[in-house]
């Protein structure tokens, strides 16, 4: 008999987490019997049912109550349905992703004494989140569950380094550093046929550069830092260039407010404005065909843990920009597959993005080593082999 396994994420919506979360998943089940479990989405995203179409025949349960938002009494009610999952499955490991799944998820399986509790941090609000109360408290919380946790996945050697000797939330013997793994075979596919798509989608001429910045809109991500250096490059009088904001968010109101008080236009997924250089997709299912319709993928944020837009766009063979927070400078070859930035300037990001604007052969070169980074770093054979031996290995300990 195949050991049990729940895995719990916070939602199961277009992003990193649930793009990670369930092709592997979908792999860990030749070895395990899997649940997954998963909250409810927000109303700015969009729920990922394009990945239960191709990852099939998986078997999970949606937790109403268990949401972003804090609430003391639903999340109570969270509990308690993750709890009576988790008994009625006999579950020998609970694997969880994300914060509030996180805390609920590890203590309800500490409570019916799930001998394997393990808990991967695919990002953190260690810092840029919250005011000093609300930071000491979140750290606070994470040092009393990691006491509990039998191991603490960390998704690159930096972000290690984070939770062991800068926010002191495991000892180093708890902590094992397995990298995210991406399913190439829906991002490889049809690559030529996606970008003309892509870009006969937003009626972009053979010569426009395409620049993407992909995620949650939300003040953490920095979306300001991208508009501000686009309006840069605008006010130089660049042409032909396409900015793109890939996603939603809390953040997009003002976004859209400070473009208009600076009299630049913009488009939106519902009122397309034709003379715009600025568009706001919204979210998008088929992100093969975002990532292949980029010539360059950036990322601005304050915070991150391992960013899963600069690996995808990596695969497909884009340069990448980035700002050097959390673990991103794992995530890529600075200075080879892309550009690291060490500051939020204006002016830096500028910078980079001017270089490999005015430079076709250096987005060529980088573009093709950063494929050849990307797939010999993070195939995701690599990830579903080390978690199997990770599961296996802690199992076997409780049985000595």
């Given at each position: 008999m195949k050991p049990k396994v729940v895995i719990i994420l916070n939602r199961l919506v277009i992003g990193g987490q649930a793009v990670d979360t369930i092709p592997l998943a979908y792999y860990l089940k030749n070895n395990f019997d899997i649940l997954v479990l998963y909250g409810q989405k927000e109303k700015d995203e969009v729920e990922a049912l394009f990945l239960l179409e191709q990852y099939p025949n998986l078997t999970l349960k949606k937790i109403a109550p268990l949401k972003r938002t804090i609430n003391p009494l639903i999340d109570v009610w969270a509990f308690f349905l993750i709890l009576r999952q988790i008994k009625n499955f006999k579950a020998a490991v609970v694997h969880t992703h994300g914060s509030k799944s996180g805390l609920l998820g590890r203590l309800a399986a500490y409570m019916v004494r799930v001998p394997v509790r393990i808990h991967t941090f695919h990002g953190h609000l260690f810092h840029s989140y919250f005011n000093t109360a609300g930071t000491w408290l979140v750290k606070f919380i994470e040092r009393k569950m990691a006491a509990i946790t039998s191991v603490i996945i960390a998704l690159s050697e930096e972000q290690k380094k984070e939770l062991v000797e800068v926010f002191k939330i495991a000892r180093k013997e708890k902590?094992?550093?397995?990298?995210?793994?991406?399913?190439?075979?829906?991002?490889?596919?049809?690559?030529?046929?996606?970008?003309?798509?892509?870009?006969?989608?937003?009626?972009?001429?053979?010569?426009?550069?395409?620049?993407?910045?992909?995620?949650?809109?939300?003040?953490?991500?920095n979306h300001m830092l991208f508009l501000k250096t686009a309006q840069q490059l605008l006010d130089e009088k660049y042409t032909n260039l396409y900015f793109f904001i890939v996603g939603d968010g809390e953040s997009n109101n003002g976004l859209m407010d400070y473009l208009n008080t600076n009299h630049i236009a913009f488009s939106t997924n519902t009122n397309h404005n034709p003379s715009a250089n600025i568009i706001f997709t919204s979210w998008m299912e088929d992100m093969a065909s975002v990532y292949h319709g980029m010539d360059i993928v950036m990322l601005t944020s304050f915070n991150e843990?391992?960013?899963?837009?600069i690996i995808e766009a990596q695969f497909c063979g884009k340069p990448v920009i980035a700002t050097n927070v959390g673990g991103?400078?794992?995530?890529?070859?600075?200075?080879?597959?892309?550009?690291?930035?060490?500051?939020?300037s204006v002016s830096d990001c500028a910078t980079a993005l001017k270089q490999l604007i005015n430079d076709a052969t250096l987005r060529k070169s980088m573009g093709e080593k950063a494929f050849g980074f990307a797939t010999n770093k993070f195939a995701k054979t690599h990830e579903v082999n080390a978690i199997t031996d990770l599961y296996l290995q802690q199992l076997a300990k409780t049985n000595s």
């Open positions: 902590v094992e550093v397995i990298g995210l793994g991406v399913d190439d075979r829906n991002l490889l596919m049809h690559d030529d046929e996606k970008r003309i798509s892509f870009r006969e989608n937003f009626r972009l001429n053979s010569n426009a550069i395409a620049i993407g910045i992909i995620g949650r809109v939300v003040p953490i991500k843990g391992t960013p899963l837009s991103v400078k794992d995530t890529f070859k600075a200075g080879v597959s892309g550009i690291l930035l060490n500051s939020h």
